[in-house]
Nanobody, 121 residues
Framework: QVQLVESGGGLVQPGGSLRLSCAAS?????????MGWYRQAPGKQRELVAA???????RYVDSVKGRFTISRDNLKNTVYLQMNSLKPEDTAVYYC??????????????WGQGTQVTVSS
């Protein structure tokens, strides 16, 4: 059973930056899985915003391209999301999860508790 723990959220002004972390524990075999960062804003469906393959390839939803960067450290069983030039519309609870496939948006595994990101002046 893999447990995912997200951290790094907070309140930030528009234009600011945050770095989210997602640590995997348990018998994770973390390095072999593609991983994704999702977000869910109030009243909206959860959406995948960034994905990273086991080999380090990345893809992003159009709304965050050029502002967000996903990365991973397989030795630390951790995936990161660097968020720059944050906008109020980035406000959401952010979650990470394994992906069924790098090219799929479908999650594969249990959800963590998420971390709240609030962008407001």
């Amino acid at each position: 059973q893999v447990q995912l723990v997200e951290s790094g959220g907070g309140l930030v002004q528009p234009g600011g930056s945050l770095r989210l972390s997602c640590a995997a524990s348990g018998r994770s075999m973390f390095s072999i899985y593609p991983m994704g960062w999702y977000r869910q804003a109030p009243g909206k469906q959860r959406e995948l915003v960034a994905a990273i393959s086991s080999g380090g390839s990345t893809r992003y939803v159009d709304s965050v391209k050029g502002r967000f960067t996903i990365s991973r450290d397989n030795l630390k069983n951790t995936v990161y999301l660097q968020m720059n030039s944050l906008k109020p519309e980035d406000t959401a609870v952010y979650y990470c999860n394994k992906l069924l496939d790098y090219y799929s948006d479908s999650p594969f595994g249990s959800w963590g508790q998420g971390t709240q990101v609030t962008v407001s002046s």
